[in-house]
């Protein structure tokens, strides 16, 4: 079974779970994302703050792929899902940035490595095989 981490911002959790997760799920495809499962909380501790963290990088771990999201949700960019990517990359997790073109901020968003789609279907054909990945591998 294919498994992902989707990393977006955390308000876009509830579009994720909507739109995303069950498209997924239907194909197969195991999200291993338990942030989006949080309630909002603005008064959360630092040491619950760290316990978030390790279980979300555990969740990267338990991945196959890291899906990023390169939309601002919120009209917010959302740092963590950048450090995600970033982890991501450094344990040698297959990416996939999910947007268009012109949604790449920053230049990371660039490297050959990552494969790149602008729709679920895409994402869900490129998971499953029926799409080929980027030839460049990049680092």
């Known amino acids: 079974m294919i ?15 909507k739109q995303i997760v ?31 963290a390790i279980r979300d990088l555990i969740d990267i771990d338990r991945a196959k792929v890291l899906i990023a999201f390169l939309d601002r949700w919120d009209g917010l960019q959302g740092a963590g899902k950048h450090f995600e990517l970033g982890y991501a990359t450094a344990i040698q997790k297959q990416v996939i940035l999910f947007g268009p073109e012109k949604q790449k901020h920053m230049i990371f968003h660039f490297l050959p490595k990552y494969d790149r789609v602008e729709s ?3 994402l869900i054909s490129l998971l499953l095989g029926e799409r080929k990945k980027n030839d460049i591998q990049g680092i």
């Open 120 to 122: 679920v279907s895409e």
């Open 22 to 52: 069950p498209a997924l799920e239907k194909k197969g495809i195991a999200v291993t994302a338990r942030w989006l499962h949080e309630t909002d909380d603005e008064e959360i501790s630092p040491s619950k703050r760290a316990q978030a």
């Open 3 to 17: 498994s992902v981490y989707l990393a977006h911002n955390f308000n876009a959790r509830h579009w994720l779970k």
